[in-house]
């Protein structure tokens, strides 16, 4: 993983900026969480969840991700919710942290939220991917099933493994993804994307939670 320390450090350099502007949004219509970014062709997209809690609600309720776009990082546009927990008919619960990224043509959208109870998993965080030919849909389930369920990682007692997954594709073509909360995994993807290359890996960083794009 040859980029990774430049990967960190722009990460790094990210957090520093959004500390600095914390009190300056650039998204004010509606609540958003956990944004990732995606540029494409001269356009900055980005990849949000979408809180719809009242002052009623005791907890945040993430309906669903909404993709914003800039090409002069001051005008913003809402391309609406283009992705939902119910886009995947495994799926049930909020729509938490998630990340899209492109290869070879096409966009594929990782996403965390719960599964739900069935003959495949006793339920539980799990991370599915959706596709598109384009970086604002229409997208839809890319494999008509979880990429990752909690049965595959155990080492969380409650069921919250597996969140908040982040993907990149290093120099030599070979695709990583991120994720976990507790403890950090990671795994080798295949080319196209949609299928696990080998065994999960699990580390434990010094003070790590959860968001492994925040490494």
């Given at each position: 993983m040859k980029n990774i320390s430049k990967i960190l450090l722009v990460i790094i350099s990210c957090f520093f900026t959004i500390n600095i502007e914390a009190q300056n949004p650039i998204i004010k219509d509606i609540f958003t969480a956990d944004p990732a970014p995606l540029v494409h062709k001269g356009v900055?997209?980005?990849?949000?969840?979408?809180?719809?809690?009242?002052?009623?609600?005791?907890?945040?309720?993430?309906?669903?991700?909404?993709?914003?776009?800039?090409t002069n990082m001051k005008d913003w546009k809402d391309h609406g919710a283009l992705l939902s927990p119910s886009t995947f008919s495994w799926a049930t619960g909020d729509a938490y942290a998630a990340q899209c990224i492109e290869r070879d043509g096409k966009f594929y959208w990782f996403v965390s939220t719960f599964h739900k109870k069935d003959e495949v998993s006793q339920g539980g965080a799990a991370i599915g991917v959706a596709v598109s030919d384009s970086p604002t849909g229409p997208f839809k389930d890319a494999i008509g099933k979880a990429l990752i369920i909690n049965e595959m990682t155990t080492d969380m007692k409650y069921g919250w493994d597996d969140i908040d997954p982040t993907v990149f594709v290093d120099d030599d073509g070979q695709a990583y993804m991120f994720w976990g909360n507790g403890s950090c995994k990671w795994v080798k993807l295949k080319?196209?994307?949609?299928?696990?290359?080998?065994?999960?890996?699990?580390?434990?960083?010094?003070?790590?939670?959860?968001?492994?794009?925040?490494?």
């Open positions: 900055l997209y980005l990849y949000t969840g979408h809180d719809v809690a009242t002052q009623e609600d005791t907890n945040y309720k993430m309906a669903d991700w909404h993709v914003f776009s800039t080319k196209n994307m949609i299928e696990l290359d080998g065994d999960i890996t699990t580390f434990k960083p010094k003070n790590y939670i959860e968001a492994a794009m925040g490494l």
